[in-house]
């Protein structure tokens, strides 16, 4: 094993006899950093090698990290040998010398189907085997045979024919290359992606098609057909899905009716499509869910959240995880998203002119009740940035170890200055107090992640400090900014963050939601900062599905790649332009914005406003990931500047999240509609609010510390609390306010 692993550089250990180490061919002079080369030993100690990054063969590897290809049986690349026979199964007195011959035979090909592109070009066959066996492979040019697909697109089966057809007709999705044969024979237009690798394949053949599923009768044939509903919906104009009667599948019930024409059994599959009814998300609501929905059902319905405007390498994380988890993919998209944001921190801005920055900052919170699998999301979607800071935490207990033994060995009589502490480098928090969160960002000019599955105790710690006139809702809007923080304790040192940011990724209960984010929180402007979702619930039915090895490795390259980035030379943020189209389509969606919410009040019209400056930051982080996996080997690098793409991107999202907004406020009953006649001003009925929120009675000391309007001036209080008792709202005894019974 050492014998091999000389010839790689920057080794690591990632598994019982597999290592990770810096790729020959596309990283021969890295040596800081996990490397994209894969190193396994089997237990006959046969060597495995491939790359992630550029997906050199184990050939291309060998040769050019110098390992000699002699011949001996274990440094054969696997990739270029045909596929072999399963081990077959051995009985009493066989002949051990037969058994071993026939386990090196290899299959027998009983047939071939071929994928080609849009143009009939050849890409690569899915080979059946006898035993019953399924290997793709492709060309390698001469002549022979690559067993794999890697680095090659990938199609829908039988394209052509497809995209031939009538697109106002129905397009029938079956399991297996066999099936869809079957389908075409009979004179219904089928597909099917290689493998059931739906994640990877270019399915915008069916994009506004009408879609029947057909599914496999059994359960894993009912769970795929589920998924791949969910994969489809919102992006076909319509999906269904339905069975075969009396068979497994669409050959099964084809061969026990063949005694019918081609044209019958066509129209009878037909009618069952016609019969079925429209596949649409399962949504549950329980509790508090299910009595919001039945007290506000004029509320805008709910809009799948468009996946397919995020970069590629989040899209496919994000669809398989909320496959695997069972949930929507929104409650993945939003944590996705401020995880890539804190990564990449203040080291890039957008900058549409001069002197207006908008940093990767991101405020997201997804409305959710209990058992709807919150704690899961998170920590599937924020393990690699997790990952990354238990490194840090681990590098500073070295630092600070070090700084220990320097303190000890220094001596204050010799004149010289004492060791500084050194700094402390971190990218997540969770349930940090304010203070020690300024600390952390003291550390961290990029800023950080607030990791939290519980947004409630965020919310809550605000008022904290209040009594001893602290502002901690103030210095988390200048953190949502990146601008300057100070923060004056009266028995503590001032607390100084030159640029504090932090970006959010929590999740939250709809009770919860409605009593934390009160009337106040509405009018100080962290309510419209945050990017709500309340997707429907989903039940947490049973399923096989995972998230693909590759889709979660791509995403933490990604994530990798995000957190390397740097400041300019002169340790400033690096401010990325958007180039002459992206400024066109901004300045349209800018302008527009202005006017709506020129003629919108209250919260919606802040949420309005913030959406301007969110369109951009989206699309930032959209071209800064972009740019993250071009460098981890997928895909092309973008330019420099903000592109189109970007920017349409991000108005979209930005546009997605106005929509959910207004939902949400109509949901819980407060959409900055006309106010109320009731004799009161806005200010006196959001006192009132408060008051009874909190019991029903409070004293003018308790309003003069606790209420934002008339923080400091108990005058301003008590003319306040008289109003509402002139207004028979309540008594006032010139201290204590109580609402009437």
Request: charged share 25%.
């Amino acid at each position: 094993m050492n014998n091999e692993l000389q010839h790689f550089r920057g080794v690591r250990p990632s598994g019982e006899n597999q290592f990770t180490a810096s790729c020959p061919l596309c990283e021969p002079n890295r040596t800081a950093g996990r490397g994209h080369c894969q190193i396994s030993f089997g237990d006959n100690g046969k060597l495995l090698l491939s790359c992630l990054k550029c997906g050199a063969s184990f050939t291309e590897i060998c040769k050019a990290a110098g390992i000699p290809l002699n011949g001996n049986g274990k440094r054969q690349d696997a990739a270029t040998r045909p596929p072999r026979a399963r081990k077959p199964q051995t009985h009493d007195g066989a002949d051990d010398a037969a058994a071993a011959a026939e386990k090196d035979e290899p299959s027998r090909i009983v047939e071939t189907y071929p994928y080609v592109t849009a143009d009939g070009e050849f890409l690569y066959e899915v080979v059946r085997f006898e035993p019953k066996d399924f290997r793709p492979r492709r060309s390698d040019a001469n002549g022979g045979w690559i067993w794999n697909l890697k680095g090659m697109p990938r199609v829908l089966y039988r394209l052509p024919e497809l995209l031939a057809v009538d697109p106002a007709g129905w397009v029938f999705v079956v399991e297996g290359e066999k099936d869809v044969n079957t389908g075409w024979s009979i004179g219904l237009p089928c597909t099917w992606a290689a493998g059931g690798a739906w994640k990877d394949v270019d399915a915008a053949a069916l994009d506004n098609r009408d879609v029947v599923i057909i599914a496999d009768a059994d359960t894993a044939g009912r769970t795929k057909a589920q998924a791949l509903a969910g994969r489809l919906h919102g992006r076909a104009a319509s999906v269904c899905v339905i069975e075969m009667p009396g068979a497994k599948d669409l050959s099964a019930w084809v061969e026990t009716l063949d005694a019918r024409t081609a044209e019958e059994l066509r129209d009878a599959v037909l009618e069952m499509a016609e019969a079925a009814p429209l596949w649409a998300p399962t949504a549950t609501a329980t509790g508090a869910d299910e009595e919001l929905v039945k007290k506000h059902a004029d509320a805008p319905p709910y809009q799948p959240y468009p996946t397919d405007k995020l970069p590629e390498a989040l899209r496919d994380f994000v669809n398989a995880t909320a496959v695997a988890i069972g949930v929507d993919p929104a409650m993945v998209a939003l944590p996705t998203l401020a995880m890539t944001a804190a990564a990449i921190g203040t080291t890039r801005a957008a900058m549409p002119k001069y002197g207006w920055y908008e940093p990767a900052i991101l405020w997201t919170a997804v409305v959710a009740g209990s058992g709807s699998k919150k704690s899961p999301t998170l920590k599937a979607v924020l393990e690699p940035l997790r990952r990354i800071d238990s490194e840090h935490i681990a590098h500073n207990r070295e630092l600070l170890a070090q700084h220990e033994a320097a303190l000890k060995q220094h001596k204050s009589e010799d004149g010289t200055p004492a060791p500084q502490r050194p700094a402390l480098r971190r990218c997540i928090v969770r349930d940090a107090t304010t203070e020690a969160l300024l600390h952390v960002l003291s550390d961290n000019a990029r800023g950080v992640l607030v990791d939290s599955d519980e947004l409630s105790g965020w919310l809550l710690s605000f008022d904290k400090y209040r009594a001893k006139g602290g502002g901690d809702c103030s210095m988390w809007l200048s953190a949502w900014a990146a601008e300057r923080v100070i923060v004056d304790r009266a028995t503590r040192p001032t607390i100084e963050v030159a640029r504090a940011a932090v970006s959010i990724a929590g999740m939250i209960q709809p009770e919860m939601l409605s009593r934390c984010v009160g009337q106040e929180h509405q009018d100080d402007g962290l309510l419209p900062r945050l990017l709500l979702a309340m997707p429907p619930r989903r039940p947490a039915l049973w399923s096989t599905e995972i998230v693909p090895r590759e889709v979660q490795r791509r995403v933490e390259l990604v994530v990798a790649e995000l957190s390397q980035l740097s400041f300019d030379e002169h340790g400033r943020t690096v401010n990325v332009l958007l180039n002459d189209a992206a400024l066109r389509t901004f300045v349209e969606y800018h302008d527009d914005m202005a006017r709506t919410v020129a003629a919108e009040s209250g919260t919606m019209a802040a949420t309005l406003s913030k959406s301007i400056g969110y369109a951009l930051r989206l699309a930032l982080v959209i071209h800064v990931v972009r740019e993250a996996d071009a460098r981890a080997g997928y895909g092309n690098a973008p330019s420099r500047e903000i592109e189109a793409t970007d920017i349409d991107a991000g108005i979209r999202l930005a546009q997605w999240h106005v929509h959910e907004m207004k939902r949400v406020l109509r949901l819980f009953g407060n959409e900055g509609q006309a106010e109320p006649d009731d004799g009161l001003t806005p200010e006196l009925r959001s006192l009132l609010a408060w008051i009874t929120e909190r019991g029903g009675s409070a004293t003018v000391p308790e309003i003069s510390r606790g209420v934002r309007r008339y923080r400091g001036s108990a005058t301003e209080a008590r003319t306040a609390l008289q109003g509402l008792a002139d207004a028979g709202r309540g008594t006032f005894d010139g201290t204590t306010f109580a609402v009437a019974k």
